[in-house]
Nanobody, 116 residues
Framework: QVQLDQSGGGLVHPGGSLTLSCVASGSGFNGRDYNLMAWYRQTPGKERELVAE?????TTKYADSVRGRFTISREEKAVYLQMNSLVPEDTAVYFCRLDVPGGTYWGQGTQVTVSS
């Protein structure tokens, strides 16, 4: 099994910054196999959308709406999302996701609210 533990998030003013963290643990993930770690976000009534992803080899991909403002980074069993220049439209519940040969796992979600 694999567990993803998220931290970070909260309330921030427009233009502010936040960092999200997600650490993977458990016997189902050794960090050596090919894997993909990503951040998604979801707002009420909408589907969960990809924000950014990073492969084991640090190949990254970003949603157009966050490119240039958000940065995803990796360690062997952790992924981080540095969010700068936040705008109210970034308000959502953010989830980390891990894809490994054995399956897909999700973090518990963390609320990010951008408001003045």
């Amino acid at each position: 099994q694999v567990q993803l533990d998220q931290s970070g998030g909260g309330l921030v003013h427009p233009g502010g910054s936040l960092t999200l963290s997600c650490v993977a643990s458990g016997s189902g993930f050794n960090g050596r196999d090919y894997n993909l770690m990503a951040w998604y976000r979801q707002t009420p009534g909408k589907e969960r959308e990809l924000v950014a992803e990073s492969s084991k080899f640090h190949t990254t991909k970003y949603a157009d709406s966050v490119r240039g403002r958000f940065t995803i980074s990796r360690e062997e069993k952790a992924v981080y999302l540095q969010m700068n220049s936040l705008v109210p439209e970034d308000t959502a519940v953010y989830f980390c996701r891990l894809d490994v040969p054995g399956g897909t796992y999700w973090g518990q979600g963390t609320q990010v609210t951008v408001s003045s």
